[in-house]
T-cell receptor, first 113, second 112 residues
Framework: GESVGLHLPTLSVQEGDNSIINCAYSNSASDYFIWYKQESGKGPQFIIDIRSNMDKRQGQRVTVLLNKTVKHLSLQIAATQPGDSAVYFCAENIGEGAQKLVFGQGTRLTINP | KAGVTQTPRYLIKTRGQQVTLSCSPISGHRSVSWYQQTPGQGLQFLFEYFSETQRNKGNFPGRFSGRQFSNSRSEMNVSTLELGDSALYLC???????????FGSGTRLTVV
């Protein structure tokens, strides 16, 4: 069925360390993927996206890796800060020419001082 | 540049009533979609509109409906509310398909 899953529901890291959040998706035809960050009481905030014709994309302190062979997506956050504490969702667009995002269940990232 | 604006932010309704939620997309964005977020089911797609036409619909009952106006603003309506409809309803807009979708802060609906 339509689903995008994450390997870990929670992740705890030390401030300053790097974080890696993983995601497995199910639709091999998906061509667009997005990582979102959601803080308590707020809507999802766009972090970074990647298209299926790429396998890596870098932003400011964040990198997304896409492995289409095993349908795996990961988000790497460098030098984590307290403000990075949030729930992170991966999403794939399965809309075939329209917007229809399927989200994973999310990973709660906690940054320890 | 103003973000996606959803109103109201909070709403309490009684079972059996109906509710209308509003979403104003970012200026220039023509695609508007709606999602329901609950602790049990996570984020689930409701429907998407582009130029006043519904292009995609999720697996929700017919009690959930929506529309988009010529200025791209969108509304969603839920009729005959049930307790299980309590959720955070999120709206997202984008200028084109496949270009980062920006979410609003959502409307928190509580059905009692």
């Amino acid at each position: 069925g339509e689903s995008v899953g994450l390997h870990l529901p929670t992740l705890s890291v030390q401030e300053g360390d790097n974080s890696i959040i993983n995601c497995a998706y199910s639709n091999s035809a998906s061509d667009y993927f997005i990582w979102y960050k959601q803080e308590s009481g707020k809507g999802p905030q766009f972090i970074i996206d990647i298209r299926s014709n790429m396998d890596k994309r870098q932003g400011q302190r964040v990198t997304v890796l896409l492995n289409k062979t095993v349908k795996h997506l990961s988000l790497q956050i460098a030098a984590t800060q307290p403000g990075d504490s949030a729930v992170y969702f991966c999403a794939e667009n399965i809309g075939e020419g329209a917007q229809k995002l399927v989200f994973g269940q999310g990973t709660r990232l906690t940054i320890n001082p | 540049k103003a973000g996606v604006t959803q109103t109201p932010r909070y709403l309490i309704k009684t079972r059996g009533q109906q509710v209308t939620l509003s979403c104003s997309p970012i200026s220039g964005h023509r695609s508007v979609s709606w999602y329901q977020q609950t602790p049990g089911q996570g984020l689930q797609f409701l429907f998407e509109y582009f130029s006043e036409t519904q292009r995609n619909k999720g697996n929700f009952p017919g009690r959930f409906s929506g529309r988009q106006f010529s200025n791209s603003r969108s509304e969603m309506n839920v009729s005959t509310l049930e307790l299980g409809d309590s959720a955070l309803y999120l709206c997202a807009s984008s200028p084109l398909v496949g270009v980062g979708y920006t979410f609003g802060s959502g409307t928190r609906l509580t059905v009692v």
